[in-house]
């Protein structure tokens, strides 16, 4: 059986597909992050992890993700947002002996972006997409 912690954080930011000023649109994303400490006796200290996550997302939030400078060569959608956080939340949590498994990122309830090494765990929001079908 696996077990986990998931943690969610929201930032508002602009983007545009084609870095055209005029198709600029806002977006509250959301990001999950599935975590696992390496051992079960030792507890996570969720206020440290979660000033390190909000220090990270800092410069995300209330910006124009097209201007900043790893967004320069590859479109702000979030396929790429959820591969790039993932990479360096994972390096950011390995400080605090946290293990991230897999990121999800949604732009809105039904645009859900999951990144993972190596399970694949259930999509949050299924029961809010099998309601509008």
Same mark, same amino acid.
């Not at 206020?47 to 124009?64: F, G, V």
């Not at 400078?69 to 390096?91: C, H, M, S, T, Y």
């Given at each position: 059986? +696996?077990?986990?912690?998931?943690? +969610?954080?929201?930032?508002?930011?602009?983007?545009?597909?084609?870095?055209?000023?005029?198709?600029?649109?806002?977006?509250?994303? !959301? *990001? @999950?992050?599935?975590? @696992?400490?390496?051992?079960?006796? !030792? %507890?996570?200290?969720?206020?440290?992890i979660d000033?390190?996550?909000?220090?990270?997302?800092? %410069?995300?939030?209330?910006c124009i993700?097209?201007?900043? %400078?790893?967004?320069?060569? +590859?479109? %702000?959608?979030?396929?790429?947002?959820?591969?790039?956080?993932?990479?360096?939340?994972?390096?950011?949590?390995?400080?605090?002996?946290?293990?991230?498994?897999?990121?999800?990122?949604?732009?809105?309830?039904?645009?859900?972006?999951?990144?993972?090494?190596?399970?694949? *765990?259930?999509?949050?929001?299924?029961n809010d *997409?099998?309601?509008?079908?």
């Amino acid at each position: 059986m +696996q077990k986990y912690y998931k943690c +969610q954080y929201r930032f508002n930011a602009t983007h545009s597909f084609d870095y055209v000023k005029e198709h600029e649109h806002q977006h509250t994303f !959301t *990001l @999950t992050l599935y975590l @696992t400490e390496p051992n079960p006796d !030792t %507890p996570i200290l969720f206020t440290e992890i979660d000033k390190a996550i909000n220090a990270y997302l800092k %410069p995300y939030r209330h910006c124009i993700l097209n201007e900043l %400078p790893q967004f320069a060569e +590859q479109v %702000p959608n979030i396929e790429n947002l959820g591969d790039f956080f993932f990479g360096d939340i994972r390096k950011l949590l390995k400080e605090y002996d946290i293990k991230l498994h897999q990121l999800d990122i949604c732009e809105n309830p039904l645009c859900i972006y999951q990144v993972s090494d190596r399970i694949h *765990l259930a999509n949050p929001h299924k029961n809010d *997409l099998e309601k509008l079908m």
